[in-house]
């Protein structure tokens, strides 16, 4: 995953660049950066997060960097924005998504002429360096990032900063947002809406589906208009978004609390507290707290001085560990006490499963789990939300797999994503067993899509019911 934040401004626009940036810092841990053009060309400064938050890693940077124009992001996986001088200029890109046909848009731009990628660690090429060799074969930077849009098969979100003004564009689908905001000196362009709040924007407007515009401190030119399609991540909500933020006229922070309602609605669970896994479970809980009258605590606090990010390493056993190493117990809140335990979702499970352990283990009678999102049964092909590198990696599919064999036919898959069939209840039974969970309900689908408030077909839900439809509305 990722964020990304640009600014186009009458005065100078580094420190509002650099905050609308950091602001996006839940949405990756690997590599933070910033692009801004002033009187004396591009400046770029890329830093490794990992190991300190992004603000910590651009003091020196800031005091250098000047500029009315900047663009910026949190990455998960490339070093970026990249400055790129071709046949139509000098830009600087930066972008959020997933490429799956790298190979064939590789050999496409060989056969057009580009002579060769940089290549990473690992083998890899990096995907925005991809995505800019798709622009530069046309004749235009707007028809080549409507051009780049049609090519790729995944998902492409991107701010190409340029001396005309930078140029944003939604991917095709909308599976991410991309909002402008506005203030007296200038505008901004951001992943997450809440990012300008305190930096003096308000909203002007949120990209269609496919839209690309032209953004200068005077206004916005649209340049592509919005398609008809739309399928935004529905993880969003549930998961990745800030719970300040809005997508698509819907707060994230709302949602879940109406995901916890409508589990509650569906469950007769009877216990002593309702909780939520810091961070991503807690409003889900007050939902589901508030809707059953069971009362919300929090038998485990996680300790914010230091594990104050929300992702984890790359590596899974230190992922665990540090899982583990966040959460400290209340032990009087714990012992002899029944619970209902919620967490956006169950992924590999090895988290939960240590979780529930930690709490029997500290004087727990029950643990009931309730995700707030239904069993996830397909890697994400479009955000990389996930790190699963194999659908083999999910705890369902395990569990299927234990049942059918891996090779499981689509039809009978289908079965495993229904919850009014005997197989998913099988499944979901089997699960419960191998995490040691009391009881386990999984969120229904077709709660969490009410829970959303928009229709099913503009959303992507493609990691549960593993389907592809069409964005549009009949």
Not at 418 to 434: F, T
Request: glycine share 10%.
């Amino acid at each position: 995953m990722g964020g990304i934040f640009g600014v186009a401004s009458k005065t100078d626009c580094v420190l509002d660049l650099f905050f609308g940036t950091d602001y996006h810092s839940h949405l990756g841990t690997r590599r933070g950066g910033l692009a801004v053009l002033g009187k004396n060309g591009f400046t770029r400064a890329i830093h490794n997060i990992e190991n300190s938050p992004f603000r910590i890693k651009f003091g020196r940077d800031l005091e250098e960097m000047e500029g009315n124009f900047g663009i910026g992001c949190i990455s998960d996986t490339e070093p970026q924005p990249l400055i790129v001088r071709s046949h139509l200029g000098n830009f600087a890109i930066t972008t959020v998504g997933r490429i799956n046909n790298t190979d064939e848009l590789v050999k496409l731009a060989f056969d057009k002429g580009n002579p060769h990628f940089l290549e990473m660690s690992g083998g890899q090429i990096n995907p925005t360096e991809l995505v800019a060799s798709l622009i530069n074969q046309c004749d235009s930077i707007w028809e080549g990032i409507r051009y780049a849009q049609e090519k790729i098969d995944g998902s492409m979100t991107m701010l190409v900063l340029t001396a005309k003004g930078i140029y944003a564009a939604r991917d095709r689908l909308g599976r991410t947002p991309l909002i402008i905001g506005k203030k007296e000196t200038g505008r901004c362009i951001t992943f997450e809406s809440f990012a300008y709040f305190n930096l003096g924007y308000t909203m002007e407007k949120e990209l269609g589906p496919g839209e690309i515009v032209l953004v200068n401190p005077d206004g916005i030119q649209v340049l592509n208009p919005p398609g008809d399609e739309m399928k935004i991540c529905s993880f969003l909500w549930v998961y990745f978004g800030y719970p300040t933020s809005t997508y698509e006229g819907i707060n994230v922070e709302q949602m879940r609390y109406n995901c916890g309602e409508r589990l509650a609605m569906r469950d007769d669970v009877h216990a002593h507290m309702v909780a939520g896994v810091p961070d991503s479970g807690t409003a889900h809980a007050v939902g589901y707290a508030n809707k059953s009258e069971i009362p919300f605590a929090r038998p485990f606090i996680k300790y914010t001085p230091t594990w104050a990010r929300s992702f984890m390493p790359q590596v899974q056993t230190e992922r665990n560990k540090i899982a583990k190493m966040k959460l400290i117990p209340v032990e009087e809140l714990i012992r002899n006490r029944d619970m209902v335990l919620i967490d956006d979702s169950i992924v590999r499970g090895t988290q939960l499963r240590e979780t529930a352990e930690f709490l029997y283990k500290r004087g727990a009678k029950e643990v009931h789990i309730r995700p707030a999102c239904p069993p996830i049964m397909f890697g994400c092909k479009y955000l990389n939300f996930s790190r699963s590198t194999s659908d083999m990696d999910l705890i369902a599919r395990r569990m299927i797999a234990l049942r059918e064999g891996e090779n499981v036919d689509e039809k009978t898959l289908s079965t495993y994503t229904d919850p009014d069939h005997e197989n998913y209840h099988e499944m979901v039974e089997a699960i419960r067993k191998e995490m040691g969970f009391t009881t386990l309900k999984y969120h229904r689908l077709d709660d969490m899509v009410d829970a959303i408030g928009l229709d099913k077909c503009k959303l992507c839900t493609y990691c549960w019911d593993g389907k592809e439809c069409p964005g549009k509305c009949k």
